[in-house]
């Protein structure tokens, strides 16, 4: 089955700088990866997600790069802010076939903003 | 849209009792959804995967006499714990799956979650 990678298990940045978390994954029929937040307490939200067919999608601070040959994807934050201190999750999962929309997540990145 | 809802958002049980809790898609209609848990500090684990009207498919080492899921409608699931222990204490979180794209893509919504503490 599929087994998702995530690193850092921590990450630290001060306000304003860049940060990036990687993930990889084992299962080359994946096809879908999102990224979730999650705050204390709360469910995870999504943020972002890219599919196998594009490498790169972005949405405002957040960018997130598919690498399919190498199975790895990344999330970047840019300009960060407090209140993008959570933790942070990467997830695989693939539309169709055995085990289809299951999502396998990686063991969470909690990345704190230093003001 | 996308809103999907927890009830309760937190409970505080006696070791031996059973507990539901009810996973509703608010603004839509979900195909699927899943339950998942997770202890503190550590990632979400799938415990069961729910399609209305059928049986729940478990994973791998969930006991499913043990975590009853019901799937009335394309709306709601509940999850019951039957004869929880301190060992089933643990946030419960479900999500609801659906097609997107006229029916190419899934995606999932997750809820608040459900902190269940057994005493």
């Known amino acids: 089955g599929e087994n998702v990678e995530q690193h850092p298990s921590t990450l630290s940045v001060q306000e304003g700088d860049s940060a990036v978390i990687k993930c990889t994954y084992s299962?080359?029929?994946?096809?879908?990866f999102p990224w979730y937040k999650q705050e204390l307490g709360k469910g995870p939200q999504l943020i972002i997600d890219?599919?196998?067919?594009?490498g790169e999608k972005k949405d405002q601070r957040i960018a997130v790069t598919l690498n399919k040959t190498a199975k790895h994807f990344s999330l970047h934050i840019t300009e960060t802010q407090p209140e993008d201190s959570a933790v942070y999750f990467c997830?695989?999962?693939?539309?169709?076939?055995?085990?289809?929309?299951?999502?396998?997540f990686g063991q969470g990145t909690r990345l704190t903003i230093n003001p | 849209g996308a809103v999907v809802s927890q009830h309760p958002s937190r409970v505080i049980c006696k070791s031996g009792t059973s507990v539901k809790i009810e996973c509703r898609s608010l603004?839509?209609?979900?195909?699927?959804m899943f339950w998942y848990r997770q202890f503190p500090k550590q990632s979400l684990m799938l415990m069961a995967t729910?399609?209305?009207?059928?049986?729940?498919?478990?994973e791998q080492g969930v006991e499913k006499d043990k975590f009853l899921i019901n799937h009335a409608s394309l709306t709601l699931s509940t999850l019951t714990v039957t004869s929880a222990h301190p060992e089933d204490s643990s946030f419960y979180i479900c999500?609801?799956?659906?097609?997107?794209?006229?029916?190419?893509?899934?995606?999932?919504?997750f809820g608040p979650g459900t902190r269940l503490t057994v005493l």
């Open positions: 890219i599919r196998s067919n594009v």
């Open positions: 997830a695989a999962s693939k539309d169709r076939g055995q085990g289809a929309q299951k999502l396998v």
């Open positions: 603004d839509f209609q979900a195909t699927t």
């Open positions: 729910s399609n209305e009207g059928s049986k729940a498919t478990y």
């Open positions: 999500s609801a799956s659906v097609l997107l794209a006229g029916g190419v893509y899934n995606e999932q919504f």
């Open positions: 299962d080359s029929a994946s096809n879908y």
